[in-house]
Nanobody, 127 residues
Framework: QVQLVESGGGLVQAGGSLRVSCAVS????????MGWFRQAPGLEREFVAA????????YYRDSVKGRFAISRDSAKKSVYLQMNSLKPEDTAVYYC????????????????????WGQGTPVTVSS
């Protein structure tokens, strides 16, 4: 069973930065495609960013392009989401997700493609 544990969420002012992390408990971490999703109160969960197994391909929702950056570290079995120029509308619980599938730009944003999920870490951006 693969477990994902997010950390690094918190309260930040608009325009500030925050990095959330996701530790993955599996020796086969390099074989997993990783994604970040978020869910704001009263809204559905939405895709934020994803990164391929090799780390060479990344995908973002339009509203975070140029502000957020996803990365992964195989030695630490972790994936990160660096969030800059944060806006109040970025406020949400951020979830890490993993799948052994090879995804691409056509399906990386599809939450049903991911098999494992973390418990989430809350991010609040004050105006």
């Amino acid at each position: 069973q693969v477990q994902l544990v997010e950390s690094g969420g918190g309260l930040v002012q608009a325009g500030g930065s925050l990095r959330v992390s996701c530790a993955v408990s599996t020796r086969t971490f390099p074989t997993y495609f990783m994604g970040w999703f978020r869910q704001a109160p009263g809204l559905e969960r939405e895709f934020v960013a994803a990164i391929s197994q090799s780390g060479t391909s990344t995908y973002y929702r339009d509203s975070v392009k140029g502000r957020f950056a996803i990365s992964r570290d195989s030695a630490k079995k972790s994936v990160y989401l660096q969030m800059n120029s944060l806006k109040p509308e970025d406020t949400a619980v951020y979830y890490c997700a993993a799948t052994p599938r090879i995804l691409n730009h056509d399906n990386a944003a599809d939450s049903s493609q991911y098999r494992y999920w973390g418990q989430g870490t809350p991010v609040t951006v004050s105006s």
